[in-house]
């Protein structure tokens, strides 16, 4: 009765209405209820699972982080910055010495702040900080013993799962592996691996060490335990996470990225004189009446044009009908030309 009880407080449904449990007996030998649990969830397809993990709550201490571009870098920062030890991996020594270099040059902004009237103090914190940092261009050998193995790689789904795939075999058993995609199924990534139950998703915010918010997703194998180490790691960070399911853009790109796309639509409506539709107004528009603090065509230079149409694209190729995901000439054209926003000197507007 208590098993019972246990497993319908842990139920949780996605998309679908409500189902009725039928619960029979468990084909494989369940070590007392007290250090296993089971979670029945709803997944991405909304078909009921069971899903048993025999491994305990990991307190996540060591970060092995998989790419040190601008993600991974403001992830290992922060991680190293709460004390947790990090080893940062890179394709090569050359773009893990930039990414360290970019973590102190961060490092410096916060103390300026932080310890303004403590400059020693300042220094000691930056010494401390970058101590807790290694670099690593092994992968496998960098994953040798730690609890979390964090993903920011290149947003391509074969690329992530061979990486995870390879890094599986050699993994301690109770190391939990998740993946910062930022649109990527957490589900289809981790089907290149054998620990289903410990695998999630992590998905931070750009730049890291100012964004607060952690979006924490649970595939429907996602064991308790994993689901709760990451919440309780991402609290370690100082962040807030928010509980997510293993659905398109999870909660925040769901929203933003078919806004940002409609920015771009009402743009190419209304270009004509005395029309809405300028870029500058439509920015201007969104921070004064809506409050934003970027308005979208801001924003989308920020993030990077490349990266919101392979986002469109996605999607658009999963639901070809749904006009939210529709594809934009403009942008199309601006990616083509190489224009990807801040980061190439021009997008929608142009940097120095
Ligand atoms: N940029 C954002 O605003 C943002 C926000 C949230 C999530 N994300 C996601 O984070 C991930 C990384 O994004 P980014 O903006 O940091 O990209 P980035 O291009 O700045 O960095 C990616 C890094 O990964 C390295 N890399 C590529 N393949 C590798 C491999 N096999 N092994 C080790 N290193 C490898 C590259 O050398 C590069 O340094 C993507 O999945 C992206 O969707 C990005």
Known sequence: KDEHRLLHSQVQCGYTKPQTLAFR???????????????VSCGWEGGLRFSTSCVRNVVIKHVT??????????IAQVAASTGHTVTLVDTSEDILKKSIKGIEGSLKRVVKKKFADKPEAGEEFIQKVLKNVAISSDAKAAVQSTDLVLEAIVENLKIKQDLFGALDKVAPEHTVFASNTSSLPITDIASSTARLDRFGGLHFFNPVPMMKLVEVIGTSSTSQETFDSLLNFSKALGKTPVSCKDTPGFIVNRLLV????????????????LCHGSKEDIDIAMKLGAGYPMGPFELLDYVGLDTAKFIMDGWSAMDPGNPLFAQSELLNKLVAEGKYGKKTGEGFYKYK
């Open 25 to 39: 007996p468990c084909a494989v030998e369940l070590p007392p209820m007290r250090l296993c649990t089971m979670r």
């Open 65 to 74: 982080i998989i790419g040190g571009g601008q993600m991974g870098a403001g």
């Open 258 to 273: 078919p806004y940002m796309m409609e920015a771009i639509r009402l743009h190419e409506r209304g270009s004509a004189p």
